[in-house]
């Protein structure tokens, strides 16, 4: 017989953590305020860590008394399936719990995301006009840069050719002194041939 009561209480727990789920996650929809999530949140995480307790404290006075019954083993299965089952169900809450939490986090995230975007845009819309009047004066001044650069390079490259028509110049002067000191200079006697040996 006082297996019978267990097992009344068992469902009996079921029905209270199964209903517990379900009023959890009825609680925790999208339509729930952000200034009360937390709070919902925070409750709804107190209630599971109760029904736990309250189930692990059930579990052990059940235990003590299948020990005590006749069919001690029969006794233990059905209530470690009973267990399971409510193990599976408080599980069940908490992975619901966990989700709308999540959920919450990512809404929150994209609304983030989105009020930046909105912000950048309407930057970008005021400052269309300076950036544009910005980006005339870099190309206008690249375009000057470039043109000193030019005239730069050229006057360097006339620099260098001037200086290779002096070098040219100074070496033609130089070729045509040495040819005229070689015609000024006075023919060198022929080596005298040596005597004849008699």
């Known amino acids: 017989m006082p297996s019978l009561s267990i097992a009344v209480r068992w469902l009996l ?8 789920a379900a009023a959890g996650a009825q609680d925790l929809g999208p339509e729930v305020p952000d200034e009360r999530f937390a709070e919902t ?13 309250r189930t692990n404290a059930e579990f052990n006075a059940q235990e003590q008394a299948c020990k005590r019954s006749f069919f001690v083993n029969a006794c233990m299965k059905k209530l470690v399936e009973r267990e399971r089952e409510l193990t599976a169900a408080l599980n069940k809450r908490e992975q619901v719990l966990n989700e709308a939490e999540r959920q919450r986090r990512v809404k929150a995230a994209l609304a983030r995301s989105a009020a930046k975007q909105e912000a950048q845009a309407e930057r970008e819309q005021s400052d269309a006009p300076a950036q544009a009047a910005a980006r005339r004066a870099q190309e206008i001044q690249a375009r000057e840069q470039t043109r000193l650069q030019r005239e730069a390079d050229a006057q360097a490259r006339a620099a260098q050719l ?7 110049a100074q070496r033609q002067q130089d070729r045509e002194e040495a040819v005229r000191a070689r015609s000024a200079m006075p023919a ?8 004849p040996d008699r």
């Open 13 to 20: 727990a079921l029905g209270l953590v199964c209903g517990g």
């Open 41 to 53: 949140v925070s409750q709804e995480r107190a209630r599971l860590l109760a029904d736990r307790e």
């Open 162 to 168: 001037q200086e290779r028509e002096r070098e040219a």
């Open 188 to 195: 060198l006697p022929a080596p005298a041939k040596p005597a």
